[in-house]
């Protein structure tokens, strides 16, 4: 947003900004650039109806109306709709994921931050997919966490659903797991020390053999001599 003349504001459209980026930042790694996130994305869409998932000390009071309210004020930390947010550049979206009680849908969740919002994961989800096929240049990524109030005896088959459920709907625009080797190339890449560039430590869960990963760091501590 940026002021255009006495008491008029001009809005910047940032619907397409990474597709717009100049032609020498289009091909750099994605961590190089500067990405807009958004903290507890779906807090907007909490429900003051709902019963208090957080903190532990007032889940016994989520009765109280007025109790249920103070958390609603001190939850909220978004008041722009998640097409709103997509549509103002926002690309990394934190998205905590919860289960309510005596759901009688057996693999349905919903978003929380001390509350549970009102509208459920797969429907949030479809929405981001439209804007998505609308703006095929646009990166996002999303990321799930969380995952309160899921016992064990339903934990595998909610997360098979959700896994499926998202392939399914997003289908190719997904990112392909990065494989051992393109993530081995990545690191032969890196260089360690004390500059404002080095990668001194080097951490992935993507490691089948061992060996092959550590010695590749390893091996970048000659690139010092």
């Not at 979206?93 to 057996?106: G, V």
């Not at 959700?162 to 190339?185: D, H, Q, V, W, Y």
């Amino acid at each position: 947003m940026a002021t255009a003349g006495e008491g008029r504001t001009e809005r910047y459209d940032y619907s397409d900004w990474m597709s717009a980026l100049p032609e020498q930042l289009q091909n750099i790694p994605l961590w190089n650039l500067a990405i807009p996130g958004i903290h507890d994305a779906m807090s907007y869409d909490l429900d003051v109806n709902s019963s208090i998932m957080e903190p532990d000390v007032l889940i016994k009071l989520s009765k109280l109306p007025c109790v249920r309210q103070i958390v609603y004020k001190l939850a909220i930390t978004q008041e722009s709709t998640i097409r709103e947010q997509l549509d103002a550049g926002i690309r990394y979206f934190d998205l905590r994921i919860a289960r309510k009680p005596k759901d009688s849908n057996p693999t349905r969740v919903y978003f929380s931050h001390g509350l549970y919002t009102r509208t459920d994961v797969e429907t949030v989800l479809k929405d981001v997919n439209d804007w998505a096929e609308r703006h095929p240049k646009e990166i996002l990524i999303l990321a799930l966490s969380h995952f309160r109030g899921i016992d064990e005896g339903s934990k595998e088959q909610i997360h098979s659903h959700l896994i499926n459920f998202i392939k399914t709907l997003f289908g190719a625009k997904l990112f392909p797991r990065l494989s051992l080797p393109m993530l081995l190339e990545w690191v032969k890449k890196q260089t360690p020390g004390a500059g404002k560039t080095s990668v001194n430590i080097i951490a992935s869960d993507l490691v089948v053999n061992y060996e092959d990963f550590a010695a590749t760091v390893i091996k970048l501590n000659d690139k010092m001599l």
